[in-house]
């Protein structure tokens, strides 16, 4: 059998593997958990009682995080000229038409998001099959395909905090909310604008239980299960 680590031990020392926790519970814990050599993301992972192979139970739409997500995004907006300066302006790390799809075409990926006006659509289809599989292809649904006058605000949203969130083919959504070294108190705002967007965004076609698990972990930490039943906790949090 091999030996603990000190990490190991501190954690089985603080955590009970079949507890369910309140969301407040979970996040004090979390802080208490030992740490990683670097500010590990905090993760939430929601088991949901949709049938992904129907069309009409998919989740999936943006939600903005009041505390942020801690991490720096990378923003390349693809837009008409004339739009670029406000989108650079806006805190956009790129922006551009043509130079940016050549640049793309190319094998350039330095970023994490892309936004598109939607008059360049057109001219992005033909990376489909490029920044598809990377999950890069903006969407309206993901709010990364904008009207023109509304691009500072997307990039803005998107430096600020908003994250998109989607369903696997097995029914599941994992999003970032945050650091470990995030106060309680921006966990647990963050914790709350993620809950309230998932159940605002149940299909309505999905019957029996929407939310069948939820758990919380740092990177390398252990899943905190979460008792759903303990969520209206989360409605007193102020965002």
Not at 149 to 162: H, P, R, S
Not at 182 to 189: S, W
Request: hydrophobic share 40%.
């Amino acid at each position: 059998m091999a030996k603990l680590t000190k990490k190991q031990k501190k954690e089985l020392e603080l955590f009970e593997n079949n507890k369910l926790y309140t969301p407040k519970e979970a996040v004090a814990l979390l802080k208490k958990l030992p740490k990683a050599k670097f500010d590990e993301s905090v993760e939430i992972a929601f088991r949901l009682g949709i049938n992904p192979k129907h069309a009409d139970q998919q989740v999936r739409n943006t939600v903005s995080l009041p505390a942020g997500t801690g991490k720096v995004v990378r923003v390349v907006v693809v837009c008409k000229a004339d739009k670029a300066k406000l989108a650079l302006e806006a805190g956009a790390d790129f922006a551009g038409a043509d130079d940016i799809i050549s640049q793309i075409q190319g094998g350039w990926f330095e970023f994490d998001l892309l936004i598109a006006t939607q008059d360049m659509m057109p001219a992005l289809a033909k990376l489909g099959k490029i920044l598809g599989p990377k999950k890069l292809m903006p969407n309206p649904k993901a709010g990364t395909v904008v009207m023109p006058d509304a691009i500072a605000k997307a990039v803005q949203d998107f430096k600020g905090g908003k994250v998109e969130f989607r369903n696997d083919r097995q029914g599941n959504v994992q999003v970032a909310i945050g650091k470990s070294s995030f106060e309680e108190k921006n966990i647990m705002k963050n914790f709350a604008a993620i809950v309230d967007a998932i159940q605002k965004a149940k299909p309505s076609s999905s019957k029996g239980t929407y939310m069948k698990s939820l758990t919380i972990s740092s990177t390398m930490g252990p899943g905190l299960s979460i008792d759903t039943s303990s969520l209206s906790e989360l409605a007193s949090v102020e965002g």
